[in-house]
């Protein structure tokens, strides 16, 4: 998906992300930098923090985040560290609002952009390493933060959590331990109908490029990766899946879970039809819990974009008729906020 083909910003819907952003005062605001893990290729990440300091919108690009740029950390103890990954072709920011509260809860967010799976990058789709090297990111980026003299020090080793959507859904549930075999995708292709959006993006994803369609992840894509995939990264201790791309994942593996599992699913998703992916976790996780979003696409689980964002997956901008985003995110954020505090009280 890229996300940034669109350049018309109407400014009526600028007013009311704005509106929606408005609330009581805080005692407690979302400071907001950026951070490069160095590496062949180098990972930008945003850091949402808690700070003292007043934070505001602030537009950038298609989001417009409410932050304080490079203002000083919070003294207070940090509640916890939560990674934050976005979904294939996205951006840092497709999550800065669940970023910024988290922040102001009391947590360090490291919310990445994906090498090679961004909205300028798409290299790594098939590159024959997407199962792995996708989750390996998150865990290079949590190497970073805890060698990090500012940081490392202050993260309660037992409160490191993750959060992802679609293709980052995906990624998090791996790091709890999920294992991928990618010809569960070709069966799974095979086999049914009424997954449309998610086999059309994978059989496009060899030659998508030329047919001017982004590319997805596909089984012949990563077919010269060990079957099943195993990524496991024993210091995440929570995780939020939101429409993850979940299919691929074997039954046995997602039961052996021992993490705390939240999966939210949308009720309109015509990206990952959610009855294969995200209730294909429930099934064999049965200790995860799971809602479903009434009313909700794909990409509800995004910070609503300040103007259209289409792709061949939709536009990221646009919401099923009826549906509320800027309603809806406070309550996504609130969920995640409190599923977070029942694990670590």
């Known amino acids: 998906m890229n996300l940034f083909r669109t350049l018309v910003q109407p400014a009526a819907l600028v007013a009311v992300v ?8 805080r005692s407690q605001h979302s400071g907001y930098r ?8 180098p990972t930008t990440v945003a850091l949402f923090y808690p700070t003292a300091a007043a934070d505001r919108a602030i537009p950038m690009g298609p989001w417009l985040p409410v932050v ?4 000083p950390v919070s003294e207070a103890r940090l509640k916890g560290l939560i990674l934050i990954s ?4 996205g951006t840092e920011l497709n999550h800065h609002n669940l970023g910024a509260r988290l922040a102001r809860e009391g947590y360090l967010v490291a919310a990445l952009r994906h090498e090679g799976d961004n909205w300028q990058d798409r290299s ?3 590159s024959g390493r997407y199962f792995s ?3 390996r990111q998150i865990s290079r980026v949590l190497d970073a933060l805890l060698a990090s003299p500012e940081w490392g020090s202050r993260i309660p080793l037992e409160r490191i959590g993750a959060v992802g959507h679609s293709a980052g859904g995906y990624s998090v549930l791996a790091l709890a331990g999920a294992q991928a075999d990618s010809q569960r995708s070709v069966r799974h292709c095979a086999s049914v109908q009424d997954d449309p959006g998610y086999c059309a993006l994978a059989k496009a994803s060899a030659g998508a490029e030329t047919a001017g369609l982004p590319a997805a992840p596909a089984a012949s894509a990563v077919t010269p990766e060990a079957r099943p995939v195993s990524v496991p990264d024993r210091r995440i201790r929570a995780v939020v ?4 791309m979940a299919v691929v994942f074997t039954p046995d593996s997602l039961a052996a879970v021992t993490v ?3 999966v939210i699913v949308a009720e309109q998703d015509r990206v990952l039809n959610g009855k294969y992916h995200g209730g294909h976790v429930v099934a064999s996780l049965p200790r995860a819990q799971a809602s479903t979003v009434a009313g909700a696409g794909h990409f509800a689980f995004m910070a609503q974009p300040t103007f259209p964002l289409p792709s061949v997956a939709g536009d990221a901008a646009a919401n099923p008729a009826g549906f509320d985003r800027l309603a809806f995110l406070p309550d996504l954020e609130n969920q995640v906020a409190s599923f977070f505090a029942a694990q670590w009280r």
């Open 241 to 244: 899946a939101m429409a993850p």
């Open 133 to 135: 090297e996708r989750p």
């Open 68 to 71: 304080a740029p490079g203002a």
């Open 260 to 262: 705390p599992v939240l």
């Open 124 to 126: 790594l789709i098939t």
């Open 18 to 25: 704005l509106l929606s952003l408005a609330g009581p005062a």
């Open 86 to 89: 976005h979904g294939t072709g």
């Open 34 to 41: 950026t951070l490069t893990v160095p590496g062949d290729a």
